[in-house]
């Protein structure tokens, strides 16, 4: 099992900064992904940020050119940092994990609303 909790968040001005961190724990040596996702009110879950072993990241549209993403893997631990930020970023934030290819683990998420 992997846990995943996340911190930072909260209310965030529009056009300010978001910072997210994310702590994974249990077994984290077979995690092959790490990143986040986000979910607004009434709309579907999508993805922020994802990064990989292998070195790929991966961005959401609605982020691309505004999101730095970071792993630590010495640290078990995946950083967010998004800028510019836009009302339409508001939404909870989870962090996500995947172990051995195929485990997917979330954390509770914390909400972001942001204040024009």
């Known amino acids: 099992q992997v846990q995943l909790v996340e911190s930072g968040g909260g209310l965030v001005q529009a056009g300010g900064s978001l910072r997210l961190s994310c702590a994974a724990s249990?077994?984290?040596?077979?995690?092959?992904?790490m990143g986040w996702y986000r979910q607004a009110p009434g709309k579907q879950r999508e993805l922020v940020g994802l990064?990989?072993?292998?070195?790929?990241?991966t961005y959401g549209d609605s982020v691309k050119g505004r999101l730095s993403i970071s792993w630590d893997k010495d640290k078990n631990t995946v950083s967010l940092r998004l800028n510019s930020l836009q009302l339409e970023d508001a939404a909870i934030y989870y962090c996500?994990?995947?172990?051995?290819?195929?485990?997917?683990?979330w954390g509770q998420g914390t909400q972001v609303t942001v204040s024009s």
């Open positions: 249990g077994i984290t040596d077979s995690i092959n992904v």
């Open positions: 990064l990989t072993t292998g070195g790929t990241t």
């Open positions: 996500h994990a995947r172990r051995a290819h195929r485990y997917n683990y």
